[in-house]
């Protein structure tokens, strides 16, 4: 454990559900729920006025629509959340080059390498300060909370400790006065089965887990979980800070006897692989963005090739989908064409650049209903398909009346909001949903620049 209070640890309030109030004015000060808005959808966050009515992650949106009634119900705006944690993350690198994000709205700070006078805890305090009031200036708005301490474990605790908009800073010294009383769930590695366990043997706090002891932690947990868990809960934790996490990647591979030179059978291998890698995803909580294909020819060479997903993702057929687009690249190509068609005898897919959170992906809803999974036929891209539909939140711009957003639709009717960020709450219209005067809204700023070597600078 570190001396001084030097990892920070800075967390973004109702992210998804902020940033929504902050590009809809009259949304601001109410209960906002984003997340899938079908019959299936799950709540992927709520604002602190939904969260009052009960409304939490990973909810049911159906149980959240019975609890909230009067709440809005928005399915996310992905680039929105993306525009905002780049600022966010490129704030908390300028002011140290030792940043770690853990996902979208989250990120420790190692305070050694931020050039402060002294590590005090005034010192430090000040700095949050200042940051967070930084954050909420650089976002137009959004508000974070933060937590400063000597590791990571317990700059993550401190940081929800205040929420919303909060700071706590834990003096050196004090940790283990301040871990005592919680609930032993809050050492990470505490999920619900080792609660269970340990609540069978009486254990359900921190100050329990403390005197339970090493040895009986063992006893319950095995060597290094429960040998892990004993350092924690005394607050020992040295675990740096690093600014490139080492990227995990889950992959599936399989050789076969024959060389396989039907393409079709090889793409449905290929999609095969990819449902088993998300269920491995899934299983482990995980998903990433980078999806790569291996193929052995039938000459031993072997080669990989892979792509950058917008988003982190678990879901079968987006991978299939990447790996499928991966395949036809090397089959296009003027030298793996031919190789690929001599016959190949190993395959394989993965997904790497692991988040240590499943991005809900806001748009499956519709996806999930089918058995698209084993579906040989992929299904189009679900943000592209569901520009059509006019889902509740989404950008508008009509032709006369500007920008806005997607209030509700159905029946044929679509109706908007015309309101922006800069605006004040705007005024309600409808129109059919058919109407070519109103189209969706994406950023005119292309997000991934170097797919467009056209839109150099200027
Ligand atoms: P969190 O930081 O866990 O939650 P939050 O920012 O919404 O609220 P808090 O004030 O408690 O920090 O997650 C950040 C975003 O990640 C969240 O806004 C939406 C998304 N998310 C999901 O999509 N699914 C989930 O189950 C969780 C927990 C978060
Ligand atoms: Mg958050
Ligand atoms: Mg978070």
């Known amino acids: 454990m570190r001396s001084q ?17 902050r590009d809809k004015p009259s949304l601001r000060g109410k209960p906002v729920v984003v997340g899938g808005v079908g019959g299936r959808g799950v709540v992927a966050t709520a604002s602190y006025e939904a969260r009052v009515h009960g409304v939490r992650s990973a909810m049911s949106t159906r149980e959240a629509r019975s609890r909230c009634p009067h709440a809005a119900f928005l399915s996310g705006r992905f680039h929105a959340y993306r525009e905002a944690s780049g600022v966010v993350m490129g704030l908390l690198r300028e002011v140290s080059p030792l940043v770690e994000p853990l996902s979208l709205d989250e990120a420790f700070v190692d305070l050694e390498q931020a050039g402060l006078p002294d590590l005090e805890v005034a010192t430090v305090t000040d700095f949050a300060q200042d940051l967070r009031r930084r954050v909420h200036e650089a976002t137009d708005g959004l508000t974070a909370s933060v937590g400063v301490a000597t590791s990571k474990l317990l700059a993550k605790i401190a940081s929800d400790l205040d929420k919303p908009d909060g700071l706590v800073v834990v003096a050196p010294g004090t940790e283990q006065e301040l871990l005592r009383p919680m609930r032993a769930t809050i050492i990470p590695g505490v999920g619900p089965a080792t609660a269970e366990r340990l609540r069978r043997a009486g254990i359900t706090t921190v100050a329990d887990l403390e005197e339970a002891g090493l040895d009986e932690l063992v006893r319950l947990l095995g060597r290094a979980h429960g040998g892990g868990l004993h350092l924690l809960s005394r607050a020992r934790d040295d675990r740096p800070v690093v600014a490139e996490r080492e990227a995990k990647s889950v992959s599936v591979e399989g050789t076969y006897d024959t060389d396989l030179s039907d393409l079709r059978l090889i793409e449905g291998l290929l999609a095969r692989q990819a449902g088993e890698v998300a269920t491995r995803l899934r299983a482990a909580g995980l998903s990433g963005r980078t999806v790569t294909i291996k193929v052995r020819f039938h000459d031993f060479t072997t080669l990989s090739r892979s792509t950058t997903l917008a988003s982190p993702t678990d879901h079968g057929p987006t991978v299939a989908r990447s790996a499928r687009a991966l395949l036809a690249e090397l089959v296009a190509g003027p030298d793996t064409g031919p190789q690929v068609r001599a016959g190949v005898r190993l395959l394989g897919v993965g997904v790497s650049g692991l988040a240590d959170w499943v991005q809900e992906d806001l748009f499956a809803d519709a996806e999930d209903d089918g058995a698209e999974e084993e579906d040989e036929e992929l299904p189009e891209p679900p943000r592209a398909r569901h520009l059509g539909a006019w889902a ?27 309101e922006t960020r800069e605006t004040p709450a705007g005024p309600v219209r409808s129109f059919p949903d058919d109407d070519p005067a109103l189209r969706a809204w994406t950023p005119p700023v292309p997000e991934e620049p170097a797919q467009d070597p056209l839109s150099g600078p200027a």
């Open 5 to 21: 209070a030097s990892v920070l640890h800075l967390d973004l309030d109702a992210f998804f559900a902020a940033v929504e109030q």
């Open 392 to 418: 509740p939140g989404m950008d508008v711009v009509h032709a006369e009346l500007g920008r806005g957003w997607v209030w509700g639709a159905g029946r044929g009717v679509v109706t908007v909001r015309f």
